[in-house]
């Protein structure tokens, strides 16, 4: 089974700043998505960017972009010029291209809470 | 519109009751699911549908089970309610995994308090 880590509970940046927020994940399968989602107070799961592991091309949104190293199972999100409204709940996502069994849909990590400071 | 919409957004109920969270699609998504986040934010995968077919998380208790009417709906039925029970679900939707259908896209949540 796959797992995602996130290891960084709370970051805390300033506005207008830059902040990047860790993922890893373990897997022995080649094909795979990757992605980031915010979860802002009204709880709301908000999709931030999407990677395909086949693309060596980090995905990039506006002001966010990933780092994302495929051997080393790591897809870090880089968030540039942080405003306010970036204050959320980040989650890592891994998402399996083929129906292996088990419940199917994303494996999420455990979360970072992004506090923005004014 | 909304893309994924989910019944009701708060369900405070007593132990021991049964109730139903129900979940609507209009994107023609072929797939359903249901997420629980505990307490500690921590999101799980409970329950996956798609074509008729039902894909349960091995640790999601039996008292649990979705029902679809329709392939635009999923609801989720619970039995006889205990404490643990209490987290907020989320009903989510996606087409599949061709390009661009990998994508789950989620309702707003239920918040269930189990008194």
């Known amino acids: 089974a796959q797992t995602v880590t996130q290891s960084q509970p709370e970051m805390s940046v300033q506005e207008a700043e830059t902040v990047t927020l860790s993922c890893t994940y373990d897997?022995?399968?080649?094909?795979?998505?990757l992605f980031w989602y915010k979860q802002p107070p009204s709880r709301q799961m908000i999709l931030v960017i999407r990677?395909?592991?086949?693309?060596?091309q980090n995905a990039t949104e506006n002001r966010f972009s990933v780092n994302f190293q495929k051997a080393a199972k790591s897809f870090s999100l880089k968030i540039s010029d942080s405003q306010l409204g970036d204050a959320a709940m980040y989650f890592c996502?891994?998402?399996?291209?083929?129906?292996?069994?088990?419940?199917?849909?994303?494996?999420f990590g455990k979360g970072t809470h992004l506090i923005i400071q004014p | 519109d909304t893309a994924v919409s989910q019944t009701p957004k708060y369900l405070v109920t007593q132990m021991g009751n049964d109730k139903s969270i129900k979940c609507e699609q209009n994107?023609?998504?072929?797939?359903m699911y249901w997420y629980k986040q505990d307490s500690k934010k921590f999101l799980k995968i409970m329950f996956s549908?798609?074509?008729?077919?039902?894909?349960i998380n091995e640790t999601v208790p039996n008292r649990f089970s979705p029902k679809s009417p329709d392939k635009a709906h999923l609801n989720l039925h619970i039995n006889s309610l205990e404490l643990g029970d209490s987290a907020v679900y989320f009903c989510?939707?996606?087409?599949?995994?061709?390009?661009?259908?990998?994508?789950?896209?989620f309702g707003s949540g239920t918040q269930l308090s189990v008194l």
């Open positions: 996502a891994y998402r399996s291209m083929y129906s292996g069994g088990g419940a199917d849909g994303l494996t």
């Open positions: 897997t022995s399968e080649s094909d795979y998505y």
């Open positions: 989510a939707s996606s087409q599949g995994r061709d390009r661009e259908g990998e994508k789950l896209f």
């Open positions: 990677q395909e592991a086949y693309k060596q």
């Open positions: 549908y798609n074509n008729k077919e039902l894909i």
């Open positions: 994107l023609g998504h072929d797939t």
